[in-house]
């Protein structure tokens, strides 16, 4: 049906078993075995093809590792496009290269629903659950809103304003005040600078 999809295996889940795979290596005081040990675990959220090819030759030249060990992400490289950050760029799947937010998403649906939940349910449930999402991000929006002019008002030229103009000037003023300390470069005709 969806002929064009690309599997992925989740990130976190591949580095979850690297973790427990070469765990031995982060139980001794042995500085060097803690640093491959790191390099491994942090391979499946590499950024960027290169920086993963060039840690996974030092980590494979590696003398603290086993020929098992060696031979097992050997095997894991051959299969580096299907869990590994810096190759899953080039198809789209939002950004997304674990299955956390998946996974949060299900756990909150299984409160709400089981096996003999009628489809009707679950749509309502959904329309529920986003309504909450939705309200709950306004609600922060407000927040962040309210803190932004708590934070202008206790400013020095927003209060000498207040003190010389009306309330309508100086709302207009604080916008002004806003824009100018948080200055952001925007895209530009090419002929205007």
């Known amino acids: 049906m969806f002929s064009k999809s690309e599997n992925f295996l989740c990130s976190w889940h591949v580095q979850r078993n690297l973790k427990k795979k070469f765990s031995s290596l982060n139980r001794v005081s042995n500085k060097d ?8 675990i942090m391979l499946p959220l ?10 996974f030759k ?4 590696s003398s603290l590792l086993t020929k098992d060990e060696k031979a097992y992400l050997k095997n894991r490289y051959n299969s580096r496009g299907k869990w590994v950050k810096a190759f899953m ?3 789209f799947c939002c950004g997304m290269c674990t299955s956390s937010r998946i996974e949060a998403k299900h756990r909150v649906f299984k409160q709400f629903l089981n096996s003999s939940s009628r489809l009707s349910e679950l749509y309502s449930t959904f329309k529920k659950l986003e309504d909450k ?3 709950s991000l306004k609600d922060e929006i407000q927040k962040l809103k309210k803190k932004s002019i708590e934070a202008l008002s206790n400013n020095d030229i927003i209060s000498d304003l207040k003190d010389n103009y009306s309330e309508y000037i100086n709302l207009k003023l604080q916008k002004n005040l ?16």
């Open 178 to 193: 806003i824009d100018s300390t948080n200055y952001k470069i925007q895209k530009v005709c090419k002929n205007t600078w």
């Open 46 to 55: 590499t950024n960027d093809e290169e920086d993963f090819e060039k840690k």
């Open 58 to 61: 030092i980590i494979i030249k």
């Open 133 to 135: 999402e939705v309200t």
């Open 33 to 40: 075995k803690k640093q491959i040990y790191q390099r491994i």
């Open 89 to 91: 760029k080039e198809v």
